[in-house]
């Protein structure tokens, strides 16, 4: 069994092996029945944890576990697992033998005459060389660029980037977004976030405010890709009489290839070096990176690229260059510069292109090829290359070369549609034109020290200085991940959790909310009381609702409501003002009333003895009472609740008690009944207290904190929207009350005159 691959870019590669390690462990029987070997290499963020889980998980189950690192290539692990070569039980203790040792033949030429007749630099389409035979790169510690979309992380990415190789200038200039206003974007610089990005709405606008940017990082969907670098590349320099832009990175993958034919065909009419579409983009160590290249910052210390090399290699693949990042930090001084041309079929520019560029480079002193690109006479500096995909003749139909098509690695790009066109006849071109060609990948990195001492030998090449980093400090949240700070969190949440894949409800699914068909009465049992509440408990609170939901437009909230819609407040504004009036007289009963009749039920207090005593204390009771229903005027809402809890539910000693109160306090005043707030009340403290989802205290506890009086807020929302709604579609103007309707009463004036103080002050004129 293979587990891993290349080296990753952002994934926790610990985290991803969490899974892994949980099926290994559960199949663990049928992996020793079988006798299966399991090979491990990965790369990238927290990969050594990752790997020490895997070899610790080997040890404590014994089962045959092997890992590996980025110093073994994924083809010497396949080789071990095959048999073809041995397995090392704990490679990192191995000592490898000399790389000459193990140098496979080349078929080559003549290294001495390829590596010391160079010539000057040839002037190409993309060779950007002056008229004066000075070099100026496309990359430089100068080079600016501008970002299209809001790529938060990939910004600051390329900033972390910046900051860790000392540039003195942030390498991106300004941020395009059209579908938001001109602002600001804040980001770190160091330890600092103090770096404040400006954001516009237009390209054209930012390259008039920036005319240092000379670079386009394109992050627009394979929809806006092609539009907005064709528009880039029509923006002129009128001073230079010059395309605005030297290059532009294209992101996207999936453009149409008629588009990206229209790209490609402008780009070198221009002479605008467009890298991509479907790339990730480009890096030269220690000057710039465009976007998420060479992933976090942890990648690209290891593979030193925040200082330059002597190495310039050029990949289709995104993730073959992390591979060709870390292999050329292994063998030589470093890379001088990288790019992956994107994977789509029609590239916007070509490994010769970029090959051509690093002929003249003066600062490139060999280059790696990972694809096809030669030109017989015109590339002098010694070029290792290898075309990927040699073992497709074997995975072809029955061995038949005709049938290759079937088989592709990866990209569109990587397809062959005849024998000319597949990795081992490439290859075999590449080594006739005079390139430096290893048997297999596995054999790359070695060739590759190979050709770079001998270089360093014959006095060709004199390595670049090594220098440490600028410390760049961790990310808060990759911190944590990884399990090195810890600090007290601000809220805490016991309801709801949104972080994973599907939002819980009190670790209830949504989906199965929905598939229970729990309704609005079930959502509430497990945000309010964190309990899948039994079937008629739901019914129950969804009742109440609808009974509750209004009761006409006189009452204070409704009215507070419609006043406010008829001053032209908005919807908000006019439902606050609505639920600001409920209180212990208006729909606010509730809890208190559960709290009275409960702790005087709970006392032993017999209905009589609760009214004499609430009456001895001058204390209203709760729930008691009502502005215009009486026993004469039944409210048919206590009525359609009170029959339903009595067939329902297990057992309503507190709903007996409140009616029996009810009895005594009528006899007085018709009007005394027990209103919907009581009933509601005293209700809900007979569900929550004999439906078996709550202890005693549990139940008291909810009506402590006031979740009964969240029926009747929940419930008359509905019904002041609906005021408000009507209110607007009935475009009624501001209200003013009348004035017959309002008794004026003010103090005589003579009795709110200021009383005069005795004698009199006499003073000179």
């Known amino acids: 069994m293979l587990i891993g691959g290349g080296i990753a870019n952002f994934t926790n590669v610990a985290a991803t092996f969490r899974g892994i390690i949980r099926a290994i462990t559960d199949y663990q029987d049928a992996l020793r029945a079988h006798a299966v070997k399991i090979y491990v290499r990965r790369g990238g963020p927290n990969y050594q944890e990752g790997l020490h889980a895997m070899q610790e998980l080997g040890q404590s189950l014994h089962l045959p576990i092997f890992v590996f690192g980025p110093e073994t290539h994924m083809t010497a692990v396949v080789a071990m697992a095959l048999g073809i070569t041995e397995t090392h039980a704990n490679p990192a203790t191995i000592t490898a033998p000399s790389l000459f040792d193990r140098l496979p033949h080349v078929s080559t030429g003549n290294f001495a005459d390829l590596a010391c007749s160079r010539s000057g630099p040839k002037k190409s389409r993309m060779s950007s060389v002056k008229d004066d035979g000075i070099y100026s790169g496309l990359f430089n510690k100068q080079t600016r660029a501008i970002v299209w979309g809001v790529q938060l992380k990939a910004i600051q990415s390329m900033l972390d980037f910046d900051y860790a190789c000392c540039r003195t200038v942030p390498s991106v200039a300004a941020i395009v977004y059209p579908f938001a206003g001109d602002c600001t974007q804040k980001f770190y610089w160091g330890s600092k976030d103090n770096l404040f990005i400006p954001q516009y709405q237009s390209l054209a606008n930012a390259l008039n405010e920036h005319i240092d940017a000379r670079f386009l990082i394109n992050f627009a969907s394979f929809r806006a890709a092609?539009?907005?670098t064709m528009e880039a590349m029509s923006i002129r320099d009128e001073t230079e009489k010059r395309p605005r832009l030297d290059g532009i990175a294209i992101i996207a993958e999936g453009i149409p290839e008629r588009f990206a034919r229209r790209i490609m065909f402008a780009a070198k009419q221009m002479n605008v070096v467009v890298i991509g579409p479907a790339t990730v983009g480009a890096i030269k160590p220690g000057c710039f990176k465009v976007g998420n290249t060479a992933g976090m910052i942890d990648n690209i210390i290891a593979s030193k690229l925040h200082r330059p090399g002597s190495v310039a290699y050029v990949s289709r693949s995104g993730?073959?260059?992390?591979?060709?990042?870390?292999?050329?930090?292994?063998?030589?001084?470093?890379?001088?510069?990288?790019?992956?041309?994107?994977?789509d079929q029609f590239p916007g520019s070509t490994f010769l292109d970029h090959i051509l560029r690093y002929e003249a480079d003066p600062g490139v002193s060999m280059m790696v090829l990972l694809g096809e690109a030669i030109e017989n006479g015109r590339i002098r500096k010694p070029l290792v290359a290898w075309c990927i995909g040699t073992c497709a003749e074997m995975l072809a139909g029955k061995g038949d070369a005709n049938?290759?098509?079937?088989?592709?690695?990866?990209?569109?790009?990587?397809c062959a549609r005849s024998q000319a066109e597949t990795a081992v006849a490439k290859n075999v071109r590449l080594s006739k034109a005079g390139a430096f060609v290893p048997n297999s990948f596995n054999d790359l990195g070695c060739l590759i020290r190979k050709v770079y001492e001998d270089l360093v030998k014959s006095g060709i090449l004199t390595p670049k200085p090594d220098f440490p980093p600028q410390t760049v400090p961790m990310d808060y949240s990759w911190a944590k991940e990884l399990g090195l700070i810890r600090k007290p969190a601000a809220f805490t949440s016991t309801i709801s959790d949104d972080r994973g894949s599907e939002l819980l409800y009190a670790g209830m699914p949504v989906s199965r909310v929905l598939s229970d068909n729990l309704g609005i009465g079930g959502v509430i049992s497990l945000l309010w009381f964190k309990k899948r509440?039994?079937?008629?408990a739901i019914a129950y609170i969804e009742r109440c609702l609808i009974i509750t939901a209004d009761h006409g437009p006189a009452v204070s909230g409704a009215h507070n409501t419609i006043v406010a819609a008829r001053a032209d407040k908005d919807l908000?504004?006019?439902?606050?003002?609505g639920l600001l009036t409920i209180g212990n007289r208006f729909g606010g009963a509730i809890d208190a009333a559960a709290r009275q009749f409960s702790e005087a039920f709970d006392a032993g207090q017999s209905p009589s003895e609760f009214v004499a005593s609430s009456r001895a204390a001058g204390r209203l009771i709760m729930g008691i009472g009502h502005r215009i229903k009486s026993v004469n005027n039944p409210d048919t809402r206590v009525t359609l609740l009170a029959k339903f809890a009595r067939a329902n539910f297990p057992a309503t000693p507190l709903i007996d008690y409140a009616f029996q109160v009810e009895k005594l306090?009528?006899?007085?005043?018709?009007?005394?009944?027990?209103?919907?707030?009581?009933?509601?009340?005293?209700?809900m403290v007979d569900l929550l207290r004999n439906c078996g989802c709550f202890t005693h205290e549990e139940a008291d506890e909810h009506i402590r904190i006031g979740a009964l009086n969240g029926l009747f807020v929940l419930a008359r929302s509905i019904g002041f929207i609906g005021h408000y709604l009507d209110q607007k579609r009935l475009r009624q103007g501001l209200y003013r009350h009348p004035w017959d309707d309002i008794t004026y009463q003010l103090p005589n004036l003579d009795d709110i005159d200021f009383p005069s103080t005795s004698g009199t002050n006499e003073g000179t004129t």
């Open 226 to 228: 092609y539009d907005i």
């Open 665 to 683: 306090t009528t006899a007085k005043r018709p009007t005394l009944i027990l209103n919907v707030d009581g009933l509601i009340g005293v209700s």
């Open 403 to 414: 049938s290759l098509g079937e088989v592709q690695f990866g990209h569109a790009g990587a």
């Open 533 to 536: 509440l039994p079937d008629y």
């Open 319 to 343: 993730g073959m260059s992390n591979e060709l990042n870390n292999i050329i930090s292994r063998n030589t001084d470093g890379v001088a510069e990288g790019v992956a041309i994107g994977g």
């Open 572 to 577: 908000v504004s006019s439902l606050v003002s």
